[in-house]
């Protein structure tokens, strides 16, 4: 297993490779055509984890530094949803 995250450039690469762009992903997903590339700087395990089904590759593979600890343990990480209350106070938009 390597240790070097993915740069940005290559998982863009990858995803016009299968067909698709960062914006179509993130379209998909019912988010702006921008919010997933927050996952290419900074952690998200929600968009993460949207990317690599796009890429068809695991999500600690593509970031390594975010799943696995110096000692090559695996960090249990996974996408939070909004609490309960938030959830009432901001209900989904019709569409």
């Not at 740069?7 to 914006?23: C, N, P, V, W």
């Not at 600690?60 to 939070?80: N, T």
């Amino acid at each position: 297993m390597a240790n070097i995250d993915w740069h940005s450039a290559d998982i863009i690469a990858g995803l016009h490779k299968r067909g698709t762009t960062m914006a179509a992903v993130s379209r998909a997903a019912g988010l702006n055509s921008s919010t997933l590339g927050n996952a290419l700087i900074r952690p998200w395990p929600k968009g993460e984890q949207l990317i690599a089904d796009a890429l068809g590759v695991p999500a600690y593979e593509i970031w390594p530094s975010r799943y696995f600890d110096e000692q090559g343990q695996l960090i249990p990480r996974a996408p939070r949803s909004r609490p309960r209350s938030a959830q009432e106070k901001y209900p989904p938009a019709d569409k």
